[in-house]
C-alpha cells in the first residue's frame, strides 16, 4: 500500500469514479484539482466507508465539492486520518456542520481542516 498522487489532472467525476475503485490499496491518495464534483465524491466516499484500516491522507482540494458534497464526507470521515479540504466551495454552514461530526466522533479538527 502506498501513495497515488493523480493532482492536477482534469478527470472529472468519471476519473473520479474510475480511482474509486482502488482505494484499497493506497494509504494516501492526493486529488487536488481534479474537477470533480458531489457526484464523484459520492462514489469514492462509498469506497472509504468500506475501508478495513483507515486511509494516512486524504486530499480533495481545489474540487468543486460545495455543501452537497459535505454529507457524502461525513460518512467516511471516520475512514481517513487527515483529510484536506482547502478551495472545495464548501460555505460557512458546510464547514459548520463537518465541525460538529468531528466533535461527535471525537476527532481533532485538523483531521479536516488541516490548518498548514
Same mark, same amino acid.
Given at each position: 500500500?502506498?501513495?497515488?498522487? %493523480?493532482?492536477?489532472?482534469? =478527470? !472529472?467525476?468519471?476519473?473520479?469514479?474510475?480511482?474509486? $475503485?482502488?482505494?484499497?490499496?493506497?494509504?494516501? #491518495?492526493? +486529488?487536488e /484539482?481534479? /474537477?470533480? /464534483?458531489?457526484?464523484? %465524491?459520492?462514489?469514492?466516499c462509498?469506497? &472509504?466507508?468500506? #475501508?478495513?484500516?483507515?486511509?494516512?491522507?486524504l486530499? +480533495?482540494?481545489?474540487?468543486?465539492? $460545495?455543501?452537497s !458534497?459535505?454529507?457524502?464526507?461525513?460518512?467516511?470521515?471516520?475512514?481517513?486520518?487527515? #483529510?484536506?479540504?482547502?478551495?472545495?466551495?464548501? /460555505?460557512?454552514?458546510?464547514?459548520?456542520? +463537518?465541525?460538529?461530526? %468531528?466533535?461527535?466522533? $471525537? +476527532?481533532? #479538527?485538523?483531521? &479536516? =481542516? !488541516?490548518?498548514?
Amino acid at each position: 500500500m502506498g501513495t497515488l498522487d %493523480l493532482s492536477l489532472n482534469k =478527470f !472529472g467525476n468519471d476519473g473520479v469514479v474510475l480511482i474509486s $475503485g482502488c482505494v484499497q490499496k493506497v494509504r494516501r #491518495l492526493r +486529488l487536488e /484539482s481534479c /474537477s470533480f /464534483s458531489a457526484t464523484g %465524491l459520492e462514489v469514492l466516499c462509498k469506497e &472509504i466507508q468500506n #475501508l478495513e484500516i483507515p486511509m494516512e491522507f486524504l486530499d +480533495l482540494s481545489g474540487n468543486m465539492l $460545495g455543501d452537497s !458534497g459535505v454529507a457524502f464526507i461525513s460518512g467516511c470521515i471516520d475512514k481517513v486520518w487527515e #483529510l484536506r479540504l482547502e478551495h472545495c466551495r464548501i /460555505s460557512d454552514v458546510g464547514e459548520q456542520y +463537518l465541525r460538529r461530526e %468531528l466533535e461527535e466522533l $471525537g +476527532l481533532p #479538527l485538523i483531521t &479536516i =481542516f !488541516g490548518l498548514w
